[in-house]
């Protein structure tokens, strides 16, 4: 239940963002960012409000974790749109989070793959991917390297 707790607190993040996605791209782009994470419902959950200060925008993500499943749900909501979109769901297993799910793209369906790694050495990484052939293959767009503030 408490997989989240190595995040909670503040972080300075640099992310890396591919440039144009499902194009075979290779042009990354890299900003900063800084973090801060709360834990809720006693380890169950938790928020994060991230500021991109040069993007001028802000995203959340709320975690949540399903007792009975025994699984994570999270769900993310950025500053450009407002809108929270459909969750990734997955667990941890030897200190490696795997969360997937379903969404679209500029109106191509996809998977979405959120993996959390390093998260026992206090230099976590946030990865994203997505794929366009059920889960085939996969293109990952955007990493996310945290360090404590």
């Known amino acids: 239940m408490n997989d989240f707790d190595?995040?909670?607190?503040?972080w300075t993040v640099t992310n890396r963002r591919l440039?144009?996605?499902?194009?075979?791209?290779?042009d990354w782009t890299e900003f900063p960012g800084t973090s801060t994470c709360w834990s809720l419902f006693e380890g169950r959950g938790n928020v994060d409000e991230i500021t991109f200060p040069t993007l001028?925008?802000?995203?959340?993500?709320?975690?949540?974790?399903?007792v009975e499943r025994e699984e994570w749900s999270l769900y993310w909501a950025s500053s450009r749109d407002g809108l929270l979109q459909p969750p990734v769901t997955g667990a941890f297993k030897d200190g490696r989070g795997d969360f997937y799910g379903d969404d679209t793209y500029e109106g191509t369906p996809?998977?979405?793959?959120?993996?959390?790694t390093g998260t026992t050495t206090g230099s976590p990484r946030w990865e994203q991917a997505f794929s366009t052939d059920g889960g085939r293959?996969?293109?990952?767009?955007?990493?996310?390297?945290?360090?404590?503030?």
């Open 6 to 10: 190595f995040f909670i607190g503040s």
């Open 56 to 66: 001028g925008s802000h995203g959340c993500t709320l975690r949540l974790f399903d």
């Open 137 to 149: 293959t996969w293109e990952s767009n955007w990493v996310m390297e945290f360090a404590r503030a």
């Open 110 to 116: 996809i998977k979405v793959h959120y993996a959390w």
């Open 19 to 26: 440039g144009t996605l499902l194009a075979g791209s290779d």
